[in-house]
């Protein structure tokens, strides 16, 4: 019932900045956290950061201070991504935590960073 879909990914310089939206449709009551995950070809699935339904934040450690998870309502959910390395290089998705049904995950959206 609840779909997320990514968007703002692309290619952009290091040093640049991205702002990652994620949208969310259906039945939003259930969720209590949202998060941004990534993966990089190679390696495991990273949290990167993630908001409460309170507003509280917390970010791992490559990204903080550089990264901003923001959410304007339950529908829009925002990765504001300043200062890019090329080891941001990855796929960010987007991830809906819910009481008892669960994780729900979007399809992704591909950030590239060149030096």
């Known amino acids: 019932q609840v779909h997320l879909a990514e968007s703002g990914g692309g290619l952009v310089q290091a040093g640049g900045s991205l702002r990652l939206s994620c949208t969310a449709s259906g039945n939003l009551v259930r969720t209590y956290a949202m998060s941004w995950y990534r993966q990089a070809p190679g390696k495991q699935r990273e949290l990167v950061a993630s908001?409460?339904?309170?507003?509280?934040t917390n970010y791992s450690n490559a990204v903080k201070g550089r990264f901003t998870i923001s959410r304007a309502n339950a529908w829009n959910l925002y990765l504001q991504m300043d200062s890019l390395k090329p080891e941001d290089t990855a796929v960010y998705y987007c991830?809906?935590?819910?009481?008892?049904?669960?994780?729900?995950w979007g399809q992704g959206t591909q950030v590239t960073v060149s030096s």
């Open positions: 991830t809906a935590h819910q009481w008892e049904t669960g994780s729900v």
């Open positions: 908001i409460t339904n309170g507003g509280s």
